[in-house]
């Protein structure tokens, strides 16, 4: 009895430790219902035991020796292969949750940097693409199949073929590629992406899989690409300064020179760099140089200022007025800093300045001295011609009476130069005939500029006589046909116009010293290279030029600006760059001006808008907004635009423009000539008027004007503008 308690007893003991192992690897593995079901046999094996033991105590059946030990050989046999089975499980599972802590930090990882994976199957033709691989393409992770027809189907239609090529090309080759490309996702937005991978092989050469990596390298191309833009703009500044920028070390070898070095001294930049800075400073500037150096390089950014002579590679000096600075601490320097802008020519101009003005003294001295000789010497030619009257019956006294006379003369045409030097020569005004003194002075003016200056003369009919000195006015158009020959080098067309001209109350408003009236104006137009914005606002100044050192004095503008005022007119210059200047003389009539409209007043009904609308297109906002105004008061509707493009934008929304009235000279690529063509295409019946500065023979030279197009002269006048208006809108208007 005591044995079969025994046997039973441990059978069920480890028939119950096998269901519980069991029951334990559920948590392992996972799999409920299989661990559940062996379990709950094993539980079953032990109440089977159970109740055979029961039925040996209680109901004293005999103990089935070989059969017991059997069950028992079996119980031990499945609790030891649980308890040994129970580790593998558990390191199994070690090693799923290390695999899925990997996976997930290696998708961590490829979500933070962008980067996805993928493999391709060859055999099998399977793709996968890791999750962020989808989330690149803009696709939740698993919505659709993996696929190669996929991925092309989201590159970039403009990449696409240069990707396909690579892809083939590397997989020919046998060799892994690198690929930058842009991809377009299914809400439209477009992503660079750089995509990495190879083919691999088996034992036999044959491709089993291609394996790769794709990273959205959007954010890091519009770093690069701020990057460069930023480097560009540096470099940019750098190479366009006209300052020289070296950058110089603590021991003064030149680190960096900027290109402007061969622009300003001549020296290419590398021939500078290694070099002591000292070496190419006036030896009479060294020390100063060298205690400079001293000082800055022991203070951090400490700036000082400090004018130095430096060779020219023509071996000549030029003064640098340089601000250096210490920025030796600075790690994106690291280098002493010299700014340094050559002043040479502005020293040479104070230079000429402080001449120019020691001979204006020199002049009004002269001027005073002759003006007191001239008094001198009339009395002594009004004694002489006198004495000699007296002493006409005396040879001897007569032969020291004329000779004396005759160095008093000679003394009166001296002062007479020294008049004309300081200019203190009262003008001679006559009645001058524009047509036949410009026609007369067309020899000496083709002489003047050259053969290879065509010079055209153009006569206006009825033209007014005008009232101004003759000389003067020669020297005028002199100086101005100089000016324009030096405007081109390379030949080219000078045109001399006369016509009448009348400055009316509302230009002479504008200008501090015009008086309205009637005028015969004398223009010079060439078409050479013209001038900037900043040139003409400076070029009536006295000894302002462009040209080089030496080769201008900077006087003949001023002194045909001053000769003009002078004989009380006015003069204007119209000029553009690449297109020519026009130097317009308003010369005063001979006769008074007429009484001019008194202001508001409108001209005749006849000249008044019949119900049409004029576009003014013009840059300069005070010419449009009075182009408007006198447009509105003549009763026409007025669209304006400031540039041809918004001119074209007008045009196509408004179809009922009857005429446009644009400036020659417009900013951008659109100018008038282009607009108007622009504008006959959008409304072929459409009038154009052309306004300029330029004269209307000036702009058909060149070749702007076109069929059935009219001039309108700036400045202009209300009446001008009416009868140009009814001129181009009226085909049976006459002038």
Request: glycine share 8%; net charge negative; aromatic share 6%.
């Amino acid at each position: 009895m005591a044995l079969a308690i025994f046997v039973l007893g441990v059978s069920i003991a480890l028939q119950f430790a096998a269901a519980i192992y069991a029951v334990s690897l559920i948590r392992v593995t996972g799999h409920r219902i299989a661990w559940l079901m062996l379990a709950a046999a094993m539980v079953m094996m032990a109440i089977r035991r159970i109740l055979v033991l029961a039925d040996i105590v209680y109901l004293e059946i005999d103990f089935d020796v070989d059969a017991e030990f059997v069950a028992l050989g079996t119980s031990m046999l499945l609790a030891a292969g649980m308890a040994s089975i129970r580790p593998f499980f558990h390191s199994v599972r070690r090693k799923q949750d290390a695999l899925a802590a990997s996976e997930m930090a290696l998708a961590e990882a490829q979500s933070i940097a962008h980067v996805g994976s993928w493999e391709w199957n060859v055999r099998t033709d399977e793709v996968w693409w890791s999750d962020e691989h989808y989330r690149i393409f803009g696709l939740k992770p698993g919505s659709v199949p993996a696929s190669y027809s996929l991925f092309v189907s989201g590159v970039h239609p403009d990449d696409k073929e240069r990707v396909l090529t690579g892809l083939e090309s590397a997989r020919a080759e046998r060799r892994l590629y690198d690929l930058e490309f842009r991809i377009l996702r299914p809400d439209g937005g477009e992503r660079e992406v750089r995509t990495r991978g190879g083919m691999i092989y088996d034992k036999d050469g044959m491709p089993v899989r291609m394996r790769g990596t794709i990273q959205d390298i959007t954010s890091s191309k519009l770093v690069e690409e701020e990057l460069r833009r930023s480097e560009a703009r540096f470099r940019a500044l750098i190479e366009n300064a006209r300052d020289i920028i070296l950058l110089i070390a603590a021991d003064a070898t030149i680190l960096f020179a900027s290109p402007s070095v061969e622009r300003v001294m001549g020296f290419k930049p590398w021939e500078l760099v290694g070099h002591k800075g000292f070496d190419r400073v006036h030896p009479d500037d060294g020390a100063l140089l060298r205690e400079l150096h001293g000082r800055i390089n022991a203070i951090p950014d400490h700036v000082e200022r400090i004018d130095l002579r430096f060779r020219h590679a023509d071996g000549s000096w030029h003064v640098l007025d340089s601000i250096v600075c210490n920025l030796l601490h600075d790690p994106a320097v690291g280098a002493i800093v010299i700014n340094a802008r050559d002043i040479t020519d502005r020293i040479a101009m104070e230079d000429q300045l402080r001449q120019a003005q020691k001979m204006q003294a020199v002049g009004q001295l002269t001027g005073g001295i002759a003006h007191d000789f001239n008094n001198l010497l009339s009395v002594v030619l009004g004694n002489l011609e006198v004495l000699s009257e007296r002493v006409a019956h005396d040879p001897a006294l007569l032969a020291l009476a004329r000779p004396a006379a005759t160095a008093a003369e000679r003394g009166a045409i001296l002062t007479e130069r020294l008049l004309a030097f300081s200019r203190r020569q009262a003008l001679q005004p006559r009645v001058v005939r524009l047509n036949e003194f410009i026609t007369g002075m067309a020899e000496r003016v083709q002489r003047t500029v050259g053969d290879a200056v065509e010079v055209e003369i153009i006569t206006a009919a009825g033209l007014w006589p005008c009232e101004v000195d003759p000389t003067q006015l020669e020297n005028a158009i002199l100086n101005l046909a100089i000016n324009a020959r030096n405007a081109m080098p390379g030949g080219g067309k000078l045109t001399i116009e006369a016509a009448n001209a009348r400055l009316d109350d509302d230009y002479a408003a504008a200008q501090a010293d015009v008086l309205p009236g009637h005028y015969v104006s004398l223009s010079v137009t060439d078409d050479g290279k013209g001038m900037s914005a900043k040139v003409l606002k400076h070029a009536f100044e006295p000894f302002f030029t462009t040209a080089e050192v030496g080769k201008g004095s900077g006087l003949g503008l001023s002194m045909v600006y001053g000769f003009v005022k002078q004989s009380g007119g006015h003069v204007t210059i119209y000029s553009e760059e690449r297109c020519g200047t026009t130097v317009r003389m308003y010369l005063p009539r001979l006769r008074a001006a007429t009484a001019s409209a008194a202001p508001g007043q409108l001209p005749q009904p006849d000249y008044m808008a019949r119900g049409e609308t004029v576009l003014v297109v013009e840059d300069d906002v005070e010419v449009r907004s009075l182009a408007v105004a006198l447009l509105a008061d003549l009763g026409y509707g007025v669209l304006e635009a400031g540039h041809g493009q918004a001119a074209l934008d007008l045009l196509t929304e408004n179809p009922r423009i009857n005429l446009l009235l644009t400036d020659m000279v417009l900013p951008g690529e659109i100018s008038g000539g282009v607009l108007a063509a622009k504008a006959r295409k959008i409304q072929p019946g459409i009038r154009v008027i052309y306004m300029s500065g330029y004269t209307e023979n000036a702009i058909n030279r060149l070749g702007e004007m076109q069929d059935g197009a009219i001039a309108l002269q700036k400045p202009f006048r209300r009446a001008e503008l009416a009868h140009k208006l009814r001129q181009a809108l009226d085909p049976d208007h006459r002038s």
